[in-house]
Each structure stands twice: as C-alpha cells, then as structure tokens.
C-alpha cells in the first residue's frame, strides 16, 4: 500500500512452462484514502486486454468511474475493439493504447488502431484530453509519440491536461483535472472583498501547496487556467466578502 491511497490492483499472470503461473506486471488504480470507492467487476473480462474500473463515490447522489487501460502491442492491438469501453459524461478512460491518431497528436501517423479508435471517439462524443501538439513519451527514448491517452465526454473540455517530469518511466505522467460544473443561479449584485479580515497567511499556503501542479504543467495556458482557479479557491476559502455570513 501507498500512504494516503487505497490501492486497487491488477496483476498480470503469465504462464509458466511447467506449469502454474508468476505474476509480471499490471495495473493499478490509486484512490486518495476518505473518499468512498470501490472496483466494479467486469461482466466479460478480455485476456488480451488489461482494464480496471474503479468508481468513486461524490456528494448528492452521484459517481464517477476511472477506467485503467493497458492494451499490449502486437496481437492485442488487432483484436481490441474500443466498443467495449463504457461511456458517459461520468467515465473518465485513461491509459495505454498503443496506438496513434492525430486527434490527440498532430504529428504522428495513423495506424489501423489509432483510426478505429478515433472513429469511436467522434461517434460517442469521448474525446482524448491530451494536447495534440505535446507527447507522452520521453524524450529520450528517441521518438516522440503519445500511446498514451485520458479520454473523457466533451463536457469536460474546459479540464485541465498535462505531463508531468519523468518519476522514472520512459512514459511521462499525465496530470488530468476535472473542473465540476457549477450550479447556475441567478445573477445577484457583486459583494466586494473584505480585504483587511482576509487570513493571509492560510491564503499564501493554500496557493503554495497547489503551486507544484502549476508548475509542472508544460502548457502555458493550460498552467494560467489552473494558476487563477487555484488563486480563486484561496480567495474563497479565506478572503471574507460583504454581505455574506458564516
């Protein structure tokens, strides 16, 4: 176990020889320990496909499912069929496909996966939430390309997508932020700040705490988006408004 997370996992078995079986690898899914989550089980599982589905539990009713997909090169590729994945504004796919298409890279050449599984994405309306003009990979592999892909419904196109520095992996780590949308309300008088009953110092904190997924953030104005929302929280959180009582 991780400290902090609940760990889901997904080990890889491979045959042995003589028989039985070692594991050799796999997926896992990290949920942040004091949220209600729980793995839901696959009705028809594909041997040649790893994927696990973890969803988590939100206020009022509602959930969102995180679906972890690792699809090997070679014969998986060939047999795999996006249509077996879910969809819908509440599932969240990210993961290992192998394949590559320019509508979450723009400088890679198709291949026959890469197309299926654009096709798929246009007729469901789950889009990749990767920057088409940056990749996934290292670069010191020698190439850069993107197998790996976060896809979500378009409703979540004003999310924030990003890499991360390499933590060792050849793949770089993808940073993906899903913004909620608010509940819209009628408009009322804008109240001003109580700047001087602000708590600075909590403020200060709260932005320099959240500054290091700014930071490591190599789109610009993805990095200003998440920049101002990260300013806004703190203001709520700790600067006092006119009118309204605690």
Not at 24 to 41: H, P, R
Not at 167 to 180: C, Y
Not at 212 to 240: F, H, Q, S, T, W
Request: with cysteine.
């Amino acid at each position: 176990d991780l400290d902090g997370y609940h760990v889901f996992r997904r080990d890889r078995i491979l045959p042995r020889r003589s028989g039985g079986a070692v594991r050799g690898g796999g997926i896992a899914t990290l949920i942040k320990k004091g949220l209600s989550a729980e793995q839901v089980l696959l009705s028809d599982p594909k041997q040649y496909t790893e994927r696990m589905d973890v969803t988590v539990h939100l206020n009022n009713h509602k959930h969102i499912t995180f679906v972890n997909v690792y699809l090997p090169p070679g014969n998986a590729t060939d047999r795999f069929k996006p249509e077996s994945l879910p969809v819908g504004d509440d599932i969240v796919i990210a993961g290992d496909f192998n394949c590559h298409a320019k509508l979450w890279a723009r400088r890679e050449n198709e291949d026959a996966l890469g197309k299926k599984m654009q096709q798929w994405m246009l007729k469901t309306d789950m889009l990749p939430m990767n920057n088409p003009r940056a990749h996934t990979l290292h670069a010191s592999v020698g190439t850069m390309t993107s197998p790996d892909i976060v896809i979500a419904n378009s409703k979540h196109d004003r999310s924030t997508w990003c890499t991360l520095d390499t933590i060792g992996s050849d793949h770089l780590p993808m940073d993906f932020e899903v913004r909620a949308d608010a509940v819209r309300s009628k408009k009322m008088p804008r109240k001003g700040w109580l700047w001087r009953k602000a708590d600075w110092a909590a403020f200060i904190n709260h932005v320099e705490d959240g500054a290091a997924r700014v930071v490591g953030c190599a789109d610009v104005d993805r990095a200003n988006d998440r920049l101002v929302r990260l300013m806004m929280e703190a203001a709520a959180k700790y600067i006092p408004r006119k009118g309204h009582k605690k």
